[in-house]
């Protein structure tokens, strides 16, 4: 069985410009790349990533999905192809991580941290997008506790960020 | 936003070759009329659903999701798309429906009867395939609780469970 | 390790006086055998099950757990000495499940179902309190499914319902 | 209603005999204070908050709740009183801080700084336990983002922690 990888893209729900166009790169180079990609379906860096996935060439409908903390899935942002309203809260970080192959982080306050976190526990590789600041600069290129022998990866652009997601999942 | 609507078929993890091929007829014309299908990701009904969502000609790569209770998404049958490893255990039954548009029902033991039960309780349209037997035949027709007006739609095959769930969904 | 056995009583959320009345004794009965009640948190059989714990001669406080569907523990019933507020909305109904050493079911509708479908899944104790009707009535004498020898067990009464708890649980 | 405020105390499964003093020293005095404490119900933090809670003067059985990861109650610590087996995995982080009153981080890799982000997500006091190390004292006096005015309480011992929960349960 070989399916499409996962790119779970985690991060903070208002975002400025910049870090905007860094999302909607990322999202369209994962899906170049082959990758689905699902975030937690709300705004912020989770619309923009969608929105991006929507613009790449080989971008089919199904490869966005949303993991939404309510049972309404109406809250999902525009771009999302697949609501899955969880009805579980602040559990759905643990969900959108539990789902991914490998996690990205774009900025992030503490929900982007919680799920950084929940990756390591989770043994996920982790990508941290350096630029856009927040939690993932702050984790980029540290081990988050001792239980694994690498690291955060440390990202200098979205190409960068799909590059070292297709490194680790090519091991 | 028109996203394309989700239907869950919930049902028993083994079944009669009969019933199995109602589920490839069921997984099949959801697909053609337009639906995703989400199951429990593993053996029996679940697997027979999403084969038969592959067989349609409809069908694209994405269109059958498979949400299993663990954390090891090669527990999933091999005609799951997007497996979600929710690791939450029995909880994946109440994920399971709340990220349906309507719930069909297909034989059924214990985990099939407190999936109808939830979606009852989430206000989903309730479908029962009756010549499967199991919860589903045993609830086809009935209203679960006087919380709603409805009843679990009772569905004489799989062409007739597709035609109630269009039925429902353009209310 | 012998830790105190929990018995979650499953129920409507309104209920007769007459009910009300078999909830309280069934919460009295449970603490003077030496168990801890877990509820759903809210009202009717979950507030009356722990009102009748409190009046318990053998009652001490942190006998009365409350699993609540939102984040909110303000939502608990006066009665209940340990809220939970879950913020995992209708899977909380999993959660008071597995966290029981018995299951008893009074009256209920679509909620109390899945309760009861989720114990047998769960492999506890089931038992009803039959002249409560609802789904417990229903299911009373019955084998949810094929998995387990045993039936839901069809208690005449609250101090029917403890004897057979501990039956249950001395095995 | 006023119910005896839960103290969920989150940290490493493995700690040396220093940080073990601590973790009973705090469980002890949270026991004094009138809290209950809440764990993670396994070993190393988890077990001696619980083993401490008991040897408080103040101590009655249930007293200590531990939310584990599995269904399997026979996990939990012998110092447990109220075991929660969920069986929601690593998302029983996220239900041990939701039932918290306040938070003690001690020590801690990325199970702890999952819990502490979470915490401070759902807007909970967190206090950090700076002579432990770890995550714990690595966000002791930071604001994990800019959505809360205040920051992650930095107790120098077992006492100022306890200290510094009823300072900000009394606000």
Redesign the interface.
């Known amino acids: 069985?070989n399916?499409?990888p996962?790119v779970s893209v985690v991060g903070s729900s208002e975002v400025s410009a910049e870090v905007a166009g860094l999302c909607r790169e990322l999202g369209r180079l994962a899906i170049e790349a082959g990758y689905?990609v699902a975030t937690g379906g709300l705004g912020g860096v989770m619309s923009h990533v969608c929105e991006g996935a929507r613009a790449a060439a080989a971008y089919?409908?199904?490869?966005t999905?949303g993991v939404l903390p309510s049972?309404d899935?109406?809250a999902?942002n525009?771009h999302?192809?697949?609501?899955?309203?969880?009805?579980?809260?602040?559990?759905r970080?643990?969900?959108l991580v539990?789902?991914a192959d490998a996690v990205v982080a774009v900025a992030g306050?503490?929900?982007t941290?919680?799920e950084m976190?929940?990756a390591?526990?989770?043994d996920k590789p982790v990508i941290a997008l350096c630029p856009s600041g927040?939690?993932a600069a702050d984790l980029a290129g540290r081990a988050?506790?001792?239980?694994r022998d690498d690291r955060v990866e440390a990202a200098t652009d979205a190409a960068d960020a799909i590059r070292l997601v297709a490194l680790r999942l090519a091991r």
């Open positions: 069985v399916r499409r996962i689905r089919r409908e199904g490869d999905i049972y899935a109406s999902a525009p999302v192809d697949i609501a899955v309203p969880s009805g579980i809260g602040v559990a970080n643990v969900l539990a789902m306050g503490s929900g941290l919680s976190a929940i390591w526990q989770l927040g939690w988050i506790d001792g239980r």
